[in-house]
């Protein structure tokens, strides 16, 4: 059964910093691209960060440049360094998993999520 | 950037057909894909790549396309498909995921 585990969240001024992580059970983690999505209270869903299998890494605007996505494949761990957080990123965040790209194709969507865990960024 | 757009709010009748529409300037060459959300849990995927449904998911969900617009069917609308549902995407060079708004799907 695949698993995905987030953890890290918590209260952070803003300014702060925040390391949010997610393990994964039940796949091969390293054969597949993995993401961060965001949802703030009452909002709608937002991808954040992606990684690929050969660690090749993505973001929006919104976060580029503060956030940062990795992962440890001997571990089967995701992470994602948040810095200078702002208020606005305020939400519950969501581990994904999504089928990595293959040499002729790349479907990007997310098969299986985690349960979140929430960044509150307030002073 | 780019984005999708769906209906804020869709209501139906049990046993009547829910459509949900989503529009977006790549879809033509991009593939859709929808997530079931209920209150308090993590999204779900329904439809993949326009129109499979993952192992699990009834039949009554269907996902159809034309031109700019994508559209998640639910035929025979039960209580329990009350949900946020989002439609997600890529932009054009297939490297930025994008959301849709979301739906708030009503069984009257």
């Known amino acids: ?123 | 950037s780019y984005e999708l757009t769906q209906p804020t709010s869709v209501s139906v009748s049990p046993g009547q057909t829910a459509r949900i529409t989503c529009s977006g300037d790549a879809l033509p060459k991009q593939y859709a894909y929808w997530y079931q959300q209920k209150p308090g849990q993590a999204p779900v995927l329904v439809i993949y790549k326009d129109n499979e449904r993952p192992s699990g998911i009834p039949e009554r969900f269907s996902g159809s396309g034309s031109g700019t617009t994508v559209t998640l069917t639910i035929s025979g609308v039960q209580a329990e498909d009350e949900a946020d549902y989002y439609c997600q995407s890529v932009d054009s060079s297939n490297t930025y995921l994008v959301f849709g708004g979301g739906t708030k799907l009503t069984v009257l």
């Open chain 1, 1 to 123: 059964e695949v698993q995905l585990v987030e953890s890290g969240g918590g209260l952070v001024q803003p300014g702060g910093s925040l390391r949010l992580s997610c393990a994964a059970s039940g796949f091969t983690f390293s054969s597949y691209d993995m993401h961060w999505v965001r949802q703030a209270t009452g909002k709608g869903l937002e991808w954040v960060s992606g990684i690929g299998t050969a660690g090749d890494t993505y973001y929006p605007g919104s976060v580029k440049g503060r956030f940062t996505i990795s992962r440890e494949n001997a571990t089967n761990s995701l992470y994602l360094q948040m810095n200078s957080l702002r208020a606005e990123d305020t939400a519950v965040y969501y581990c994904a998993r999504a089928p990595s790209c293959s040499s002729t194709s790349c479907y990007r969507y997310f098969d299986y999520w985690g349960q979140g865990t929430l960044v509150t960024v307030s002073s």
